[in-house]
């Protein structure tokens, strides 16, 4: 078994100058004699039942129902194709078993899933685990392929809107390639692909996050930035093994099926993605650790400001309580002679009064006010 990486490919999105753009894609085909199958598995009422969407593109992208007698007429002709199962159940792990014949280590990783990117190999094929992004708690779709020279099995559990994208590539500008590794470096492109949207909003509400921060910042956002945080501790805990592995094979480490020194370009060019990926998912970090900082010292210092007011007016009211207390107590001639207006007026607010502008005076010109 072979540890690996995540591929870096850009879903159409590069990062230039700390911007996110699109660059165009590569023109790759899928499928040298090549037909595209798919067969879509779902949950119902607590079983797995096969959904009605099934189809098989052929090398002339007319589609064709998707079925085992389908794909095991193909695999005797030696036709290219490529099966996907969404959601394997009883039916879609007994079609790898029985019409496939995968190895049981195989069946039991692609049953339970969890697993870290890796290339395992087996007689004629190869199993490779890579992720893509998805829109669900964990923000991530682990996918097995089965590659080998007549065909090319992926397996998910969760949805992917990326092989959705590549499907209607494939059916609309009759992609071809005389090459299986070429269509693993398709699925494998739009995988990678897929990351790039997502950490386009990481960054977007980052920004957001900070703007705000320094408007009015509340429990909420600091909630939003671990959050983030979190999504891009799991995010690297698969995009950094994913890199691995894609630069060994891109050097020629590790062996796929029909891979020929031209395809070793565009895996290049998806290791380049994966690296691409992990340095944003880095920066975004180090943008969430500075946006935690924000938000500690701007509530550090609007508690600083409340702290210097409240100190202020306590300060003022300490002479004027140590006058009333001290006079009042000790001087009670004083006190009693006080028995008019114009004397109450003097000592009893023009004396407060004036100890109040001397202490003003005094903070001011400190510089503390």
Known sequence: MADGSIHDA?????????????????????????????????????????????????????????????????????????????????????LLRDVF?????????????????????????????????????DNLVEVHCFLSEHYLVTVHHDDCPAFSDLRARITSHHLHTDNSAFVLYAVVDALVDSFFPLLSEFDDRIDTIEDRVFQAPDDAQLQEVFAIKRTLVSLRKVITPERDLFARIATGVLAIPGMTPDAERYYRDVYDHLIRISDLIDSYRDLTTGAMDVYLSTVSNRLNDVMKRLTIVATIFMPLTWITGFFGMNFGRLVLNITGWPAFLVFGLAGQALAVAIMLFLFKKEGWI
């Open 10 to 94: 850009a879903t159409g999105v590069e990062r230039w100058g700390g911007r996110l753009r699109r660059r165009p894609r590569p023109c790759t085909g899928v499928a040298a004699r090549p037909g595209v199958a798919s067969l879509k598995t779902r949950a119902q009422g607590g079983t797995t039942a096969t959904s009605s969407t099934q189809f098989l593109v052929d090398a002339d992208s007319t589609v064709v129902p998707a079925d085992r007698d389908a794909i095991t007429s193909r695999l005797q002709a030696g036709r290219f194709f490529w099966l996907d199962i969404h959601g394997p159940g009883a039916e879609g792990l007994g």
């Open 101 to 137: 014949g995968f190895h049981p280590i195989a069946l039991e990783d692609s049953e339970h899933f969890g697993q870290r990117p890796k290339l395992d190999t087996y007689d004629d094929y190869v199993m490779l685990v890579v992720y893509g992004a998805n829109r669900d708690d």
